[in-house]
């Protein structure tokens, strides 16, 4: 495969198929991830489930993939939440071009929240369930936020790595502030775009530190041999914030 835009016409006929195929609470969703992260979206159907459009940005699943903190994302059959409450089931297959780099993903989301509702009632009125083995859920985790802008998705990483953190901000030392941005960064964070600007003002601190910071985290974390480039990749992502 050459390009998302390349098999436009492809994926179209594939959407116009899966949209006609399932019911009206399935989301499918089309990203072009060679994108600004901020806009991935080139296609979507029944985008009413997670109030989202064309133009609109990815998940957070998707940022791990490009930054290669995941190596597969693939994703089946696993249970995401929208903002407003409600409950999904999702799959992702990522696409990837002729040299093997990802370029784009296929998204379903069904809504189940109301056979859930009705699956509560039913067992609540008969007062009987049948005994079933839960079904496997091989994906593990629960995960993927959806929302239709990056500014959004900046501050549900941010708030997630402060629940991780396990302190409020202003207590954070030299080395919280490290772990931090290890698990911003390991969550593909800085695969969009200006996203410094916004870290470096939730934590109070300058572009500078923020830059020694992600120097020596990824210095830590990769082979010597590959440590040759950090700098220069730093220098070029700090350069691009500042313009």
Do not use: W
């Not at 089946?76 to 990802?102: E, W």
């Amino acid at each position: 495969m050459k390009s998302i835009s390349y098999e436009k016409q492809f994926f179209k006929r594939l959407l116009d198929m899966l949209e006609a195929h399932m019911s009206g609470n399935d989301e499918i969703v089309l990203h072009d991830l060679t994108k600004e992260y901020g806009h991935t979206i080139v296609d979507i159907r029944n985008g009413h489930i997670t109030s989202r459009k064309i133009g609109d940005c990815g998940t957070d699943l998707g940022l791990e993939v490009l930054r290669g903190t995941v190596e597969n994302g693939d994703r089946y059959n696993y249970v995401t939440h929208t903002p407003g409450g409600k409950i999904l089931r999702s799959s992702t297959m990522f696409l990837y071009d002729d040299d093997g780099r990802v370029i784009g993903s296929i998204c379903i989301n069904k809504d189940i929240t109301e056979t859930i509702k009705m699956e509560t009632f039913l067992r609540d009125e008969n007062k009987y369930s049948l005994p079933r083995e839960e079904p496997e859920q091989p994906q593990g985790e629960l995960r993927g936020v959806f929302v239709s802008n990056v500014g959004e998705l900046l501050e549900y990483m941010l708030q997630s790595a402060l629940s991780y953190m396990d302190k409020p901000v202003t207590l954070l030392d030299r080395e919280d502030r490290q772990r931090f941005l290890k698990y911003l960064d390991d969550k593909g964070m800085f695969v969009i775009s200006k996203s410094g600007d916004r870290v470096c003002e939730f934590l109070g601190i300058s572009k500078f530190t923020l830059y020694n910071y992600l120097d020596i985290i990824r210095k830590n974390s990769v082979k010597p041999e590959e440590a040759k480039g950090i700098r220069a990749e730093a220098s070029a992502y700090l350069e691009g914030s500042e313009s």
